[in-house]
């Protein structure tokens, strides 16, 4: 099979189209004929590797597929080959009190495909048969590619962790990224105002389409100052947060008493210095948020299916156009996802 592979870390040149033997599945496990991924910023340090962290090498990256059953192991009963379908990103053992209260992704033994194990950027993907969920033909590959990690890792943070309800302001740092624009429509969904912010002009106008309130523009505008403005110097209710050092401090600031500030990621940096001050004088709350329990793709392919959450694509490559899809998303040139097909 067709795959990209990573041999060791380093710039784009690292990234390796090859022909490989298709993995093997065992009796409870579904072979994928991968028809879309998508890039993501995991991809990225994956890639280019992070200190202290160790990735097994070589390995495919990837996280987000959806493609069609190629194969399936005899215990496999909930789809057949041929269906359609989309792969939750997180394999978690399935029997611990986590798993079995729902709480996959709390699981110890949590892992990502494309991190911990071979990913989605190949022709086939092996995982275990309940992390493969039927896909509606109302449902394109390349949206289901762009949608599944971006909107599942949004939905916990708005809906299950921030608990975001009708009226609350609610603040989307980086709205141009798949998990921003992802994060704007579910807040939207749930009814709230949504300040948003993004780099460019050009990037505000197509965030104002997708539902935005408010877009500032941090490049021309105090991010700190216009929440103020807009919020009558109350502050936003909830700061959906996914940037880390460079925000985090005007992030804190932001919000209103008792507020709320939901994490999940740190592109800027990690080593986020916090005013001890802010967090007890306004009790606000800073949670922390990795991808989502499985089960909530469920209620988010439905939103797709009808239209309620839309899939933001900036572009689609060939899979051979790897080493570009990750320039795009590496220097931020995109909003949205950058899908892969293959």
């Known amino acids: ?92 053992c399935g029997h611990c009190r986590h798993c079995l209260n729902g709480n996959d992704n709390l699981c110890r033994d949590y892992k990502l495909i494309g991190e911990h194990r071979d990913g989605a950027d190949a022709e086939y993907l092996a995982v275990p048969s309940r992390n493969v969920i039927p896909l ?13 990690l971006v909107f599942l890792t949004a939905w916990q943070m708005i809906v299950d962790k921030a608990g975001v309800k009708p009226g609350d302001d609610v603040l989307v740092v980086g709205g141009s990224s798949g998990v921003g624009t992802a994060g704007i429509q579910i807040a939207k969904l ?28 941090y490049r021309k505008q105090s991010v700190l100052n216009e929440v103020r403005r807009l919020t009558a110097k109350r502050g936003v209710d909830v700061v959906f947060e996914h940037v880390g050092k460079s925000v985090w401090d005007e992030s804190i600031r932001s919000l209103t ?44 392919l439905e939103c797709l299916e009808r239209g309620t959450l839309k899939p933001v694509i900036d572009r689609v490559l060939p899979m051979s156009d790897v080493r570009e899809a990750h320039k795009v ?14």
């Open 136 to 148: 509606s033909d109302k449902i394109s590959f390349e949206a289901a590619a762009a949608s599944a």
């Open 257 to 300: 008493k008792g507020g709320t500030l939901v994490t999940c990621g740190a592109t800027s940096g990690y080593d986020a210095v916090t005013d001890l001050r802010y967090v007890f004088y306004k009790q606000i709350r800073i949670l922390g948020s990795t991808m989502g329990r499985k089960g909530d793709l469920l209620p988010i």
């Open 190 to 217: 749930f009814g709230a105002r949504v300040i948003a912010t993004t780099s460019t002009d050009q990037k505000s106008e197509k965030l104002k389409e997708l539902g935005a309130d408010e877009v500032i523009n």
């Open 329 to 342: 998303v590496e220097a931020g040139e995109h909003v949205g996802k950058v899908v892969l097909i293959l």
């Open 1 to 92: 099979m067709k795959c990209v592979r990573i041999h060791r870390h380093g710039g784009f040149e690292n990234l390796s189209l090859e022909d490989i033997i298709p993995p093997r599945i065992g009796a409870d496990e579904v072979l994928v004929n991968v028809k879309a991924t998508s890039i993501n910023h995991l991809d990225l340090w994956v890639r280019q590797g992070i200190p202290g962290v160790k990735f097994p090498l070589p390995i495919i990256p990837g996280v987000d597929a959806a493609g069609v059953v190629a194969e399936r192991g005899e215990a496999v009963h909930h789809v057949a080959v041929g269906d359609r379908v989309v792969v939750a990103q997180g394999i978690s």
